[in-house]
């Protein structure tokens, strides 16, 4: 299937927009995502817990408690992966980005393909298009 001239040139400029405004997908890892070991080992053995409590209540037929394992795992998983209590540094809360290559949503909005896509699309509605 071979696309007309129009296509291929809306597709070439999505394209070219695209690779001009790839963002970073990469999530930077500051020093508050260090997990504490203690909530870690907790959050292992709850998950243990968990799980056991969920094979008990479906190998007893209980529905409940095999809910219950799992509202555990879940907790677990949470309570495993909390960052430790104090890490967070005074530019974190402020909003600072902690990633050189981090582009806020609100700099890229409104500019490249999306704008001239609305630009067209309010022209149209206008009747002037």
């Known amino acids: ?3 007309s001239d129009d296509e291929r040139e809306l597709l070439e ?3 070219r927009d695209f690779y001009a405004s790839k ?3 990469e999530i930077p890892r500051a020093q ?3 997990v504490s070991f203690r909530s870690l080992v907790y959050g292992v053995l709850l998950g243990i817990a968990g799980v056991a409590l969920m094979l008990f209540g479906a190998s007893t037929e209980q529905i ?3 809910v219950l394992g799992f509202i555990v795992m879940v907790a677990a998983v949470l309570l495993a992966t909390k960052p430790r ?3 967070v540094s005074a530019a974190q809360k402020a909003g600072v980005p902690s990633a050189p290559g ?3 949503a609100k700099k890229s909005a409104g500019t490249g ?3 001239r896509m609305q630009n067209r699309w309010d022209r149209r509605m206008r009747g002037d298009l």
């Open 102 to 104: 981090y582009k806020s």
């Open 85 to 87: 209590k104090g890490d």
């Open 23 to 25: 963002i970073d997908v």
């Open 64 to 66: 409940l408690l095999g």
């Open 32 to 34: 508050s995502s260090q």
């Open 13 to 15: 400029n999505l394209e």
């Open 113 to 115: 393909f999306a704008q």
């Open 1 to 3: 299937m071979s696309f």
